[in-house]
């Protein structure tokens, strides 16, 4: 954490089910959420939802993933399923499930147009978002992170595993990453970033996490404590409150560079 936009280390959300097995349907999977879930109707469009077990609600909550991917967020269950989301892609019905939904489920999404300046100057006053979810290729901020080199550097551990399994991947930063990112000041606002990996389909759903915190903003080896960290009250902060970002992005596993 020695870089100049150091960062708190952040879990990239593991654990849970895996990929549908080859040769499953998507009607096999219908069958399957009836038995599993008889209470609850997934014939929705494709969006974000949050799924009551005890209810069977479903209560869509935004069109976050289009017509490509569906998150369900549980809630409401036993340990197996309550608070965690399940990521599906819609053309083939395969699946991951995250093992938690907390750097997404309650995210302010961002416009398009929000960027690393937009996110450190809302660090530095307070204002803004305390959680934030930027998404997508078009989004300024998931653009430029694309051309990082620590994306890149993910990427390639990713593309060294089997790409059927998620997986994730604790990035470095410190000196090495001012170098290694040098004019991307994507990058260096991020520093050090975890990611994670769902595939599902023939795409995998990306997801980088890094938070902004008085700690991981101080140049001070001494002072890099937690306890020197400035909590939000409500959604309020004040000037180094500490704020959140999850980067999110699907693609196709032919088309990952």
Do not use: C
Not at 20 to 44: C, K, V
């Amino acid at each position: 954490m020695g870089d100049f936009f150091a960062q708190m280390r952040l879990s990239g959300g593991g654990g849970g089910g895996g990929s549908t097995p080859f040769g499953e349907t998507q009607a096999y999977r219908d069958i399957m959420a009836a038995i599993y879930f008889p209470n609850i109707n997934f014939s929705t469009p494709p969006n974000e939802y949050v799924v009551d077990i005890n209810t069977g609600q479903v209560t869509q909550v935004s069109d976050l993933g289009g017509d490509e991917i569906d998150f369900y967020h549980y809630v409401g269950g036993g340990a197996s399923f309550n608070g965690k989301t399940r990521i599906v892609d819609r053309e083939t019905g395969e699946d991951q499930w995250m093992n938690s939904s907390k750097n997404l489920k309650g995210y302010t999404r961002r416009s398009n147009t929000t960027n690393w300046a937009n996110l450190y100057d809302e660090f530095l006053s307070g204002g803004g978002p305390e959680n934030s979810l930027l998404v997508g290729q078009e989004n300024a901020a998931v653009k430029q992170l694309m051309k990082t080199n620590m994306y890149k550097t993910a990427i390639d551990y990713f593309q060294g595993t089997s790409m059927n399994e998620k997986a994730s991947f604790s990035g470095m930063f410190g000196p090495l990453g001012i170098i290694l990112e040098n004019t991307n000041m994507q990058g260096q606002f991020m520093g050090k970033t975890n990611f994670s990996f769902y595939p599902v389909g023939n795409r995998v759903v990306i997801m980088a996490f890094d938070s902004k915190s008085a700690s991981s903003y101080s140049l001070n080896p001494f002072n890099k404590s937690e306890s020197v960290n400035i909590p939000r009250v409500n959604g309020v902060g004040v000037p180094e409150s500490t704020t959140r970002q999850t980067y999110l992005l699907w693609i196709n596993k032919n088309k990952m560079k």
